[in-house]
């Protein structure tokens, strides 16, 4: 069985036919790597495909696939596993050749261990700054496909500029605002207006740390620094040198680790957990979170000055119930961008169905109505989206933000709730023909137009049901 321990050292896979060779370098390497055996070339691509392998061992004579053939596969599929090429002496040549084939060296077969031991130590340190490097390259993929809407409200043009501005100098950037507003899209956005796709992006999400890797993860450690840490990590910090570090969910930082940030931010150093060394790191930070920061102070649970700190130039997005007018042209991108994801053709959203979505209070923020927008484009067989194919709850909520009054009004508000989901569950039945509808519910058609004003129920878009009494 397979420790917990083996589990974090790098690993090392020999692929050799000869066993005496291929024991002895498992008992120069066992020691202080996992190392795994292979006794050709066929076995060793379906271990590399399986398996977490950091480097490999791989002799240039095998039976079966070649040693070089072996290598190219390798270096195809796995940009990032460092290969040394095991060889005897009179093979020089061929060792050259994989060479320019991306090994990282060769060894012949009359090794000395120490030999061996440094050039993999050598190798696998490489094979480190490589996955780094692929990492930041796979953040900024990511970057490079943020689409935003900007919306037509006052305070999202505010936002813009000012994100433009604050691109050009290097202050530190304190986004908030509730979830689903956009914060996280902000910060990239700030990257993106630096106008450099070469400088790292490095997110720390903090909610998504265990609690005890968080320092680790923020500072990187050293080989042995505690239990379990059996190789050298490099933080975020070191990570995002000349870039930025977007620290998303700062309210979540433990009160320990606050100071330790703080120190980090002021003096831009930092150490290793266990090192002795200290580091100089030039970073742009930007922190974000959904949390009240200044309440948090108050309540004790977020360290005053490293809130001053980090709120040198705060962005408050607005939560989107207060600037519905942004919400069509939201809806708009939002369609396109489901309509070609699951190849449908729709149009758009009917304007009856529009106007219950301005209506709706949106805690979830924007997040939510994407989500929304992803699954009525999913689940629609027509062109355009009509107020039928809206859920109920959306109707239902947008009336409660209206009714929010206590007192005096709550019984009023809590009957008119009532009677307006009965009307629509009614309409729904009848498939929105108001004659139906007042002959089921028992009153004058009149008044059930009346009443359908009165408590905000807008007919669906015409020509999509029944024909109404018109
Ligand atoms: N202006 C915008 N234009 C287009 N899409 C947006 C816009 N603002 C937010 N979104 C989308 O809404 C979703 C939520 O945005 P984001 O993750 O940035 O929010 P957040 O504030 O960080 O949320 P949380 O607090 O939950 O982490 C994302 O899918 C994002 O792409
Ligand atoms: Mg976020």
């Given at each position: 069985?397979?420790?917990?321990?083996?589990?974090?050292?790098?690993?090392?896979?020999?692929?050799?036919?000869?066993?005496?060779?291929?024991?002895?370098?498992?008992?120069?390497?066992?020691?202080?790597?996992?190392?795994?055996?292979?006794?050709?070339?066929?076995?060793?691509?379906?271990?590399?495909?399986?398996?977490?392998?950091?480097?490999?061992?791989?002799?240039?004579?095998?039976?079966?696939?070649?040693?070089?053939?072996?290598?190219?596969?390798?270096?195809?599929?796995?940009?990032?596993?460092?290969?040394?090429?095991?060889?005897?002496?009179?093979?020089?040549?061929?060792?050259?050749?994989?060479?320019?084939?991306?090994?990282?060296?060769?060894?012949?077969?009359?090794?000395?261990?120490?030999?061996?031991?440094?050039?993999?130590?050598?190798?696998?340190?490489?094979?480190?700054?490589?996955?780094?490097?692929?990492?930041?390259?796979?953040?900024?993929?990511?970057?490079?496909?943020?689409?935003?809407?900007?919306?037509?409200?006052?305070?999202?043009?505010?936002?813009?500029?000012?994100?433009?501005?604050i691109a050009k100098i290097p202050a530190t950037v304190l986004i908030t605002g509730e979830s689903g507003t956009g914060k996280e899209l902000i910060a990239r956005m700030i990257y993106q207006q630096m106008g450099d796709p070469s400088i790292p992006f490095v997110t720390v999400?903090?909610?998504?740390?265990?609690?005890?890797?968080?320092?680790?993860?923020?500072?990187?450690?050293?080989?042995?620094?505690?239990?379990?840490?059996?190789?050298?990590?490099?933080?975020?910090?070191?990570?995002?040198?000349?870039?930025?570090?977007?620290?998303?969910?700062?309210?979540?930082?433990?009160?320990?680790?606050?100071?330790?940030?703080?120190?980090?931010?002021?003096?831009?150093?930092?150490?290793?957990?266990?090192?002795?060394?200290?580091?100089?790191?030039?970073?742009?930070?930007?922190?974000?979170?959904?949390?009240?920061?200044?309440?948090?102070?108050?309540?004790?649970?977020?360290?005053?000055?490293?809130?001053?700190?980090?709120?040198?130039?705060?962005?408050h997005l607005p939560p989107l119930r207060e600037r519905t007018e942004d919400i069509p042209a939201l809806v708009d991108f939002f369609i396109r961008k489901y309509s070609h994801k699951f190849g449908k053709k729709i149009e758009g959203l009917a304007s009856s169905a529009l106007?219950?979505?301005?209506?709706?209070?949106?805690?979830?923020?924007?997040?939510?109505?994407?989500?929304?927008?992803?699954?009525?484009?999913?689940?629609?067989?027509?062109?355009?989206?009509?107020?039928?194919?809206?859920?109920?709850?959306?109707?239902?909520?947008?009336?409660?933000?209206?009714?929010?009054?206590?007192?005096?009004?709550?019984?009023?508000?809590?009957?008119?709730?009532?009677?307006?989901?009965?009307i629509l569950k009614i309409m729904d039945k009848v498939k929105w023909n108001r004659k139906k509808g007042a002959e089921v519910l028992g009153i004058p058609l009149s008044t059930l137009k009346f009443r359908m004003k009165q408590l905000n129920i807008p007919m669906p878009l015409?020509?999509?049901?029944?024909?109404?009494?018109?």
């Open positions: 069985m397979e420790s917990k321990r083996d589990k974090d050292r790098p690993t090392i896979l020999i692929v050799e036919d000869n066993e005496i060779t291929r024991d002895t370098l498992e008992a120069i390497l066992g020691r202080t790597y996992r190392v795994i055996k292979a006794e050709d070339g066929e076995t060793a691509l379906e271990i590399v495909k399986n398996t977490e392998v950091n480097l490999v061992l791989l002799d240039i004579m095998l039976p079966g696939i070649d040693g070089l053939e072996v290598l190219r596969i390798i270096k195809d599929q796995h940009e990032d596993i460092e290969v040394i090429i095991i060889t005897v002496v009179k093979e020089v040549d061929t060792a050259v050749k994989a060479i320019k084939l991306g090994a990282y060296d060769y060894i012949t077969k009359e090794f000395d261990y120490d030999l061996v031991l440094n050039l993999v130590a050598r190798a696998l340190e490489k094979q480190r700054d490589k996955r780094k490097l692929l990492y930041l390259r796979s953040e900024m993929k990511q970057l490079v496909q943020t689409d935003f809407v900007l919306g037509t409200s006052e305070k999202m043009k505010e936002i813009y500029s000012l994100v433009q501005t999400n903090l909610p998504s740390i265990p609690p005890d890797l968080v320092e680790s993860t923020l500072f990187g450690h050293e080989k042995g620094a505690f239990t379990g840490a059996t190789q050298q990590h490099i933080g975020k910090f070191e990570l995002a040198h000349k870039g930025i570090l977007f620290l998303d969910e700062i309210a979540e930082l433990r009160y320990d680790l606050q100071a330790k940030l703080l120190r980090a931010l002021q003096s831009g150093e930092i150490e290793r957990i266990g090192g002795s060394k200290i580091i100089c790191v030039d970073i742009r930070f930007i922190a974000a979170t959904n949390r009240d920061l200044k309440e948090a102070v108050r309540g004790g649970t977020f360290r005053e000055d490293l809130y001053f700190r980090l709120n040198v130039i705060p962005i106007e219950v979505l301005t209506r709706y209070p949106w805690p979830g923020n924007i997040r939510e109505l994407e989500n929304l927008i992803e699954r009525l484009v999913a689940v629609s067989r027509r062109e355009v989206i009509s107020i039928e194919d809206i859920p109920l709850e959306y109707y239902l909520s947008s009336f409660d933000t209206v009714s929010q009054d206590k007192g005096e009004n709550l019984l009023k508000n809590a009957c008119m709730a009532f009677e307006r989901n009965f015409k020509g999509k049901f029944d024909p109404d009494e018109e």
